[in-house]
Every structure is written in C-alpha cells, then in structure tokens.
C-alpha cells in the first residue's frame, strides 16, 4: 500500500456509526437531495489513490477555540469521529498530537453515488483548521450541499 498521504500512521478502526441518513428524497425541482449512506465503507487504498487523483472542490480555513481544540483530541480524537459518523461521514484516519491533527473522512450519495472525501488539517497553536473537500461530481447542488453538512457537522462539535 503505498502511504503517500501517512495514512498509515492514522489509520483507525472503521466507525460503529447507526445513524440514519442525512437527507431526504423529496422533490426539490429535479435537484438530487443529497442522502449519504449509512455504513457506506471505502478501502484505505482506493481512498488514496482517489484522494491523489481528484482536485479539490473547496478549501478554506476554519478558526476554532480553545475548547474546540482540546475537544478534538479527547478519547484518542474518537469523540470527534463519532460525532461526524452520526451524518453518515465516516472515518478514513485521524491523530496525531499537538502542534497537528490530521484526520480524513469519506463519504458517498446513496442516490448519485457520488464520492465525497475531507481533509481536516488542525493547527493546535493558531487553533486554525484548514479543510479540503474532494468529490468525483461536478461543482453542483451536491458538492453544495456536502459542505453544508459538513460545516453544520464541524460547528455542532464546537464546545
């Protein structure tokens, strides 16, 4: 397996996660309503060669608390991985220590099939997270809406 990402050293067991899925089927003028699947799983390897292979859809920069910080590491940053796990955006890898945190996350539309990978690149000191979205859809309804859920995701975990 080629660890070109140091996937290696963060790999963690697959998530437990039940939750139901994120979204719903309802009519919305012909636009797919994103609805990730539950239990949906991604083999490390292909997770990389896809993470290599696709541009990112979206990046920006998050600043997060103290609190927030701390709260990502508690429980061997697992409290974390759940609490994403519950929107049905399951995790890949995730650790490391202060001054750095690295986690990745997956998930797929139930509907489209459409792929979703993150990227979550914490920054202890400046308390500053940078994340990069990856996805093999066009820029579109879905990409849109896999932001906002992962941004509602993010946001609902800070303390």
């Known amino acids: 397996l080629d660890d070109s990402l140091g996937l290696d050293s963060l ?18 003028g012909g ?3 994103l609805q990730l699947s539950p239990g949906f799983k991604l083999m490390p390897g292909v997770f990389q060669e896809r993470w290599r292979s696709l541009a ?21 940053h697992k409290d974390f991985c759940t609490h994403v796990g519950q929107a049905n955006i399951f995790t890949m890898a995730c650790g490391g220590q202060a001054p750095m945190y690295k986690y990745y996350f997956y998930a797929q539309d139930g509907l489209t ?7 979550m ?12 979205v990856k996805t093999d859809v066009q820029q579109g309804q ?11 995701c993010l946001a609902g975990f800070y303390r």
């Open 31 to 33: 636009v797919p309503t």
């Open 11 to 28: 790999l963690s067991p697959a998530s437990t996660t039940t939750a139901g899925s994120s979204g719903g089927s309802g009519s919305n």
């Open 113 to 119: 099939q459409a792929l979703f990978l993150v990227e």
């Open 56 to 76: 990112p859809a979206e990046q920006y920069l998050e600043s997060l608390n103290m609190a927030t910080v701390a709260a990502l590491a508690a429980n061997n």
């Open 121 to 132: 690149v914490v920054a202890t000191e400046i308390r500053q997270a940078t994340i990069t």
């Open 142 to 152: 879905l990409t849109a809406q896999f932001g906002e859920l992962w941004r509602a």
